[in-house]
């Protein structure tokens, strides 16, 4: 299972979540699974069944004065049964002074005691974020992905097949480059992918024949970009005699990435076929029906009216 360390979350600058230790130093390599975080209102009364193990706990202005505000035995009870639950981390907002007895306790057991300049707002709302974001489910796909007129376009099939190929024509197009080869993606939110490229193979496309070359170098950063929203795959295939192809367009297929279905569009190579031309066409058709223009269920509607007799040119 995925997870990051509560060392990373203190090293990380990227969100400002201003955090230093300050006890439970050699818990700092316990590891965070869980993108949720609790607040410890109500545990800290005495309800304990509502503590959520594996998430980070948050002190902020009410918990720390409601701590302070009991008499020390019972707030070393408390502090003390918090320890023996599986907490990931506590984390202290707005640069509060921590109590002695919690900064003991968690020393004592090894759970990281963290604090933060942030308000308690603000870094739920850091943190959330960046939890989500190293927490996402994830996966690699073999392909490239493009950004065709703002659509994300995945392009799969079999090695050597011209995936590449047909992404350095849409290159030459004015579309832009996301990755090449290797694809990451993760899922955000509900139904959201997003791909990005390795950072070892940024910008590089890999031509057989000619070698890897860097498309921002060799066309501008206006070529290329960081990451995308996976919208629409096209998948390369074989021509084959024997196969029947999809004429029409009614049929809608599905390719299916991280639990989530996504539109399919599958080219059969041959001869004398303009591949690039194809995947951009297939782009533009995804746009219009993503208006609610869908060209094939209309001609289909205007021949069954045909057959009753009803149809109006």
Not at 115 to 143: D, N, Y
Not at 188 to 208: F, H, Q, S, T, Y
Not at 239 to 268: A, C, F, H, S, T
């Amino acid at each position: 299972m995925k997870g990051i360390t509560v060392q990373e979350l203190i090293n990380d600058i990227v969100y400002g979540l201003e955090l230093e230790a300050i006890a439970g130093f050699k818990g700092l390599s316990r590891k965070i699974y869980n993108p949720r975080i609790q607040k410890l209102g109500l545990v800290i009364t005495g309800h304990m069944v509502y503590l959520h193990p594996h998430r980070v706990q948050i002190f902020g202005n009410s918990e720390i004065t409601y701590l302070n505000s009991l008499p020390e035995e019972e707030k070393k009870h408390i502090v003390s049964v918090l320890c023996t639950h599986d907490v990931v981390c506590f984390v202290v907002t707005r640069n509060l002074l921590v109590p002695e007895p919690l900064i003991a306790e968690a020393e004592d057991k090894g759970v990281p005691l963290l604090r933060s300049k942030l308000v308690t707002s603000v870094f739920i709302e850091r943190v959330t974020r960046l939890l989500e974001e190293k927490l996402a489910p994830s996966t690699t796909v073999h392909g490239v992905l493009m950004d065709i007129m703002g659509v994300g376009v995945l392009i799969v099939g079999r090695p050597g097949i011209g995936k590449s190929e047909s992404a350095l024509e849409l290159i030459t197009r004015g579309h832009r480059l996301v990755v090449d080869d290797v694809v990451n993606i993760k899922k955000k939110g509900a139904v959201d992918l997003i791909g990005e490229a390795p950072v070892m193979i940024k910008n590089l496309l890999e031509i057989r024949g000619i070698g890897i070359v860097d498309i921002a170098h060799l066309f501008g950063v206006s070529a290329v970009r960081d990451t995308k929203k996976v919208n629409l795959v096209v998948e390369l295939v074989d021509w084959n005699e024997k196969m029947e192809y999809e004429r029409v367009g009614l049929k809608e297929e599905r390719y299916r990435i991280l639990g989530i279905d996504l539109p399919l569009v599958k080219i059969p190579l041959s001869s004398g076929r303009n591949t690039a031309a194809i995947i951009e066409l297939a782009s533009r058709n995804h746009v219009l029906k993503q208006q609610g223009i869908f060209t094939a269920a209309e001609l289909e509607d205007k021949i069954l009216k045909s057959m009753e007799g009803k149809f109006k040119p």
